[in-house]
């Protein structure tokens, strides 16, 4: 089955420092990637729509300066966090949609981030 | 707007007993429809869709349009089944999934 992989899986950095999440396709291509953000307790919000060799589309309030996205490839969708502060601290999940394969979305297995 | 409501946070059952997880949606036009499962420590992962009309490990979910409900049902609940269900939906022409608020389900003993 289709898979989407996540680096790393966890990480704490300290306020002011940027983090880069990676998010994989590994045997399957997908034009489309999407970020979501989870509290706990709390649902999936999406932040992001990432589409391959375009600029990513943002969320109403998600700020793209601080939610760096790029999508240099089929397989490939990045997303950079600068500037951390604490209130970044998350678990943040990726997904991604088969190009071929039409509806159905993969997700990874989360990013938790702790912003000290 | 679109918006997906599940109004039970929590819900437990006891093993054996029929089990309904409800989900409510607004949407302008046609929706597709989806619960999501995520097992402890594993991964979001697709269980059913309501254009596939299947059943998937025994659960089912109609599509209510009149009612602008999914609800996700079984009929005998196992203990495998306690996880975090998520209904989600996708608009027309959409690329995301709007997904609800999620309900943890607990199968006892």
């Known amino acids: 089955g289709a898979v989407v992989s996540q680096h790393p899986s966890w990480v704490i950095c300290k306020s002011g420092t940027s983090v880069k999440i990676e998010c994989r396709s590994l045997?399957?291509?997908?034009?489309?990637m999407f970020w979501y953000r989870q509290f706990p307790k709390q649902s999936l919000m999406l932040m992001a729509t990432?589409?391959?060799?375009?600029?990513?589309?943002?969320e109403q309030g998600v700020e793209k300066d601080k939610f760096l996205i790029n999508h240099a490839s089929l397989t490939l969708s990045t997303l950079t966090v600068t500037s951390a502060h604490p209130e970044d601290s998350s678990f943040y999940i990726c997904?991604?949609?088969?190009?071929?394969?039409?509806?159905?979305?993969?997700f990874g297995p989360g990013t938790r981030l702790t912003v000290t | 707007a679109q918006r997906v409501t599940q109004p039970e946070k929590l819900l437990s059952v006891f093993k054996g007993a029929p089990v309904e997880l409800k989900c409510n949606y607004s949407?302008?036009?046609?929706?597709?429809l989806f619960w999501y499962v995520q097992y402890s420590r594993q991964r979001l992962q697709l269980l059913l869709r309501?254009?596939s009309r299947e059943s998937i490990k025994g659960f089912t979910a109609d599509l209510n349009k009149g009612e602008t409900s999914f609800h996700l049902k079984k009929p005998f609940a196992q203990e495998e089944d306690s996880a975090m269900y998520y209904c989600?939906?996708?608009?027309?022409?959409?690329?995301?999934?709007?997904f609800g608020t999620g309900t943890r389900l607990t199968v006892i003993p």
């Open positions: 997904s991604a949609r088969d190009s071929v394969g039409g509806y159905e979305q993969y």
């Open positions: 045997d399957f291509q997908a034009t489309t």
């Open positions: 990432s589409n391959e060799g375009s600029k990513a589309t943002y």
């Open positions: 949407y302008s036009g046609s929706p597709e």
């Open positions: 309501h254009i």
């Open positions: 989600a939906l996708k608009g027309t022409g959409a690329n995301n999934l709007f």
